[in-house]
């Protein structure tokens, strides 16, 4: 198996443009996790999704940020619009059930 | 005071060390988690464990759940272990939240 799997891997972009994340899950996970990653508050858990139905939204900072599972191996994380503010590095992972989980490579997003 | 602690911080160490690096939490905890972060930025999951020991190669884990407490420990140190490493604690009432700890940057110098 690949891995998770991200992309795009470097995304630079102007204030106010939409941003679209999107993350390819192990196959036979149905546990998905995106994290943000910042110097000056680490990793932050955004939403977990558990077979395609999101149970924890509660990280995701405002209505900018909007995360969709349209099947069961691929998720989006979109920002509309995007601002300084969230330049950090986006990590999804995935895991059978609550097992170990496996990040992907990361979206490092700058947002001038 | 964090919910899971880390020490050191910081480690710099030579090749062929013994390294030990320690996670204490004071949560309720239902596993633990050890990851490692390579200077390009990858995560990647080392150990997941909710009692006693586990080794992998060189690596090694251990919990004691009465003390709240966990090393990783790394022998025969290398450069290529240099990387932030860890610890990350499943919550007792969740099944899926972990809380994290700040993390070690370890460096190996040949």
């Known amino acids: 198996d690949a891995g998770v799997i991200q992309s795009p891997r470097h995304e630079v972009t102007e204030m106010g443009q939409e941003v679209t994340l999107r993350c390819k899950l192990i196959?036979?996970?149905?546990?998905l996790f995106w994290y943000r990653q910042t110097m000056m508050r680490g990793l932050e858990l955004l939403i977990y999704?558990?077979?395609?139905?999101?149970?924890?939204d509660s990280g995701m900072p405002e209505d900018r940020f909007s995360a969709k599972m349209p099947n069961a191996s691929f998720s989006t994380l979109k920002i509309q619009p995007s601002e300084p503010r969230d330049s950090a590095v986006y990590f999804c992972?995935?895991?059978?059930?609550?097992?170990?989980?496996?990040f992907g490579p990361g979206t490092r997003l700058l947002v001038l | 005071k964090n919910e899971v602690e880390q020490s050191p911080q910081n480690l710099t160490a030579q090749e062929g060390e013994f390294i030990t690096i320690n996670c204490s939490y004071s949560?309720?905890?239902?596993?633990l988690h050890w990851l490692q972060q390579h200077p390009g930025g990858g995560i990647v999951s080392l150990f997941m464990?909710?009692?006693?020991?586990k080794k992998h190669g060189r690596l090694i884990a251990t919990i004691n759940i009465q003390e709240k407490h966990s090393s990783l420990h790394i022998t025969a140190s290398h450069p290529r272990d240099s990387a932030v490493y860890i610890c990350?604690?499943?919550?007792?009432?969740?099944?899926?939240?972990?809380?994290w700890g700040a993390g070690t940057k370890l460096i190996i110098k040949p």
């Open positions: 992972a995935s895991s059978e059930n609550w097992g170990t989980q496996y």
């Open positions: 196959s036979g996970h149905n546990s």
């Open positions: 999704f558990n077979n395609n139905v999101p149970i924890d």
């Open positions: 949560v309720g905890i239902s596993a």
């Open positions: 464990l909710s009692s006693g020991k």
């Open positions: 990350a604690v499943g919550l007792a009432d969740s099944n899926y939240q972990l809380i």
